[in-house]
């Protein structure tokens, strides 16, 4: 109960596909976690318990999802630093998601939240526990045909999904939005950033509005436990399920299973 994790959300976490007892994309996870813990001043260095923990967590997990949680420990009233505290670690692991084949053959149908995302650069790019904004998005559908709601901030900029990272392909380049304000930068989004620079393709990290989305050429979406869902439908405007959005998914999978 006294855990600041569970007071004030003051920690971070990161949410792992593990894939024939392999955590997938563990390396990148772990750089995500640590500058987040960097930024939250929580000072965490048990890195190597952390991975022996994990390795034997999933060991015998096929197909799941490993949940690393990371608090800065228990603490007494107040939101003042006890620089001493010993921050705490939780591993769980969940059975993992899963969705009809159409999500990635056919695209998903997804929808514009209300729920407006907080600016806040200190914070912004980590996975804090802070999530309310996500969870009252959430609430605002509850049509199963829909799989997805993009997120905006206070300037009418498109920021991401729900659980989602967010691109754009318009003539050939895709676009992301900028996340410098507010936002997660999920690991998928910047493995997928990578395989389409080196695939050949302009990759810009810009403000986007919703505007902008409806003009795209091509729509998808991504993170680490679904990688690449294209989007067929956002509200009323319909999109093409491109060769780039193919593509990308093709050489994803070739490398799925890579650690």
Request: aromatic share 6%; net charge negative; hydrophobic share 40%.
């Given at each position: 109960?006294?855990?600041?994790?569970?007071?004030?959300?003051?920690g971070?976490?990161?949410?792992?596909?593990?894939?024939?007892?392999?955590?997938?994309?563990?390396?990148?996870?772990?750089?995500?976690?640590?500058?987040?813990?960097?930024?939250?001043?929580?000072?965490?260095?048990e890195?190597?318990?952390?991975?022996?923990e994990?390795?034997?967590?999933c060991?015998?997990?096929?197909?799941?999802?490993?949940k690393?949680?990371?608090?800065?420990?228990?603490?007494?009233?107040?939101?003042?630093?006890?620089?001493?505290?010993?921050?705490?670690?939780?591993?769980?692991?969940?059975?993992?998601?899963?969705?009809?084949?159409?999500?990635?053959?056919?695209?998903?149908?997804?929808?514009?939240?209300q729920?407006?995302?907080?600016?806040?650069?200190?914070?912004?790019?980590?996975?804090?526990?802070?999530?309310?904004?996500?969870?009252?998005?959430?609430?605002?559908?509850?049509?199963?045909?829909i799989?997805?709601?993009?997120m905006?901030?206070?300037?009418?900029?498109?920021?991401?999904?729900t659980?989602?990272?967010?691109?754009?392909?318009?003539?050939?380049?895709?676009?992301?939005?900028?996340?410098?304000?507010?936002?997660?930068?999920?690991?998928?989004?910047?493995?997928?950033?990578?395989?389409?620079?080196?695939?050949?393709?302009?990759?810009?990290?810009?403000?986007?509005?919703l505007?902008?989305?409806?003009q795209?050429?091509?729509?998808?979406?991504?993170?680490?436990?679904?990688?690449?869902?294209?989007?067929?439908?956002?509200?009323?405007?319909?999109?093409?399920?491109?060769?780039?959005?193919?593509?990308?998914?093709?050489?994803?999978?070739?490398?799925?299973y890579?650690?």
């Open positions: 109960m006294l855990d600041r994790g569970f007071q004030y959300g003051d971070l976490f990161e949410t792992i596909r593990v894939v024939a007892g392999h955590p997938q994309y563990w390396q990148q996870h772990i750089n995500r976690l640590m500058t987040g813990c960097e930024q939250l001043k929580i000072p965490f260095t890195i190597d318990s952390l991975q022996n994990a390795k034997k967590l060991g015998q997990v096929d197909d799941g999802v490993l690393i949680t990371i608090t800065r420990g228990v603490g007494g009233r107040g939101y003042a630093i006890n620089h001493s505290l010993d921050a705490n670690r939780v591993l769980a692991i969940f059975p993992a998601p899963h969705y009809p084949d159409e999500c990635w053959t056919a695209g998903i149908v997804a929808r514009v939240c729920t407006r995302l907080g600016i806040n650069p200190a914070l912004a790019g980590i996975k804090h526990l802070n999530r309310l904004e996500q969870v009252m998005a959430r609430t605002e559908w509850n049509d199963s045909s799989r997805e709601g993009l905006m901030d206070a300037h009418d900029n498109i920021i991401e999904g659980m989602t990272n967010v691109f754009s392909v318009r003539d050939n380049e895709l676009m992301t939005p900028n996340l410098s304000r507010c936002g997660v930068k999920g690991v998928m989004r910047e493995h997928v950033t990578e395989m389409a620079t080196n695939e050949g393709h302009v990759v810009r990290e810009i403000d986007l509005t505007d902008d989305l409806y795209s050429d091509e729509l998808f979406v991504c993170n680490s436990l679904i990688g690449i869902w294209p989007v067929k439908q956002l509200e009323t405007q319909c999109f093409t399920i491109g060769p780039i959005s193919q593509h990308l998914q093709k050489v994803l999978n070739g490398k799925v890579a650690t």
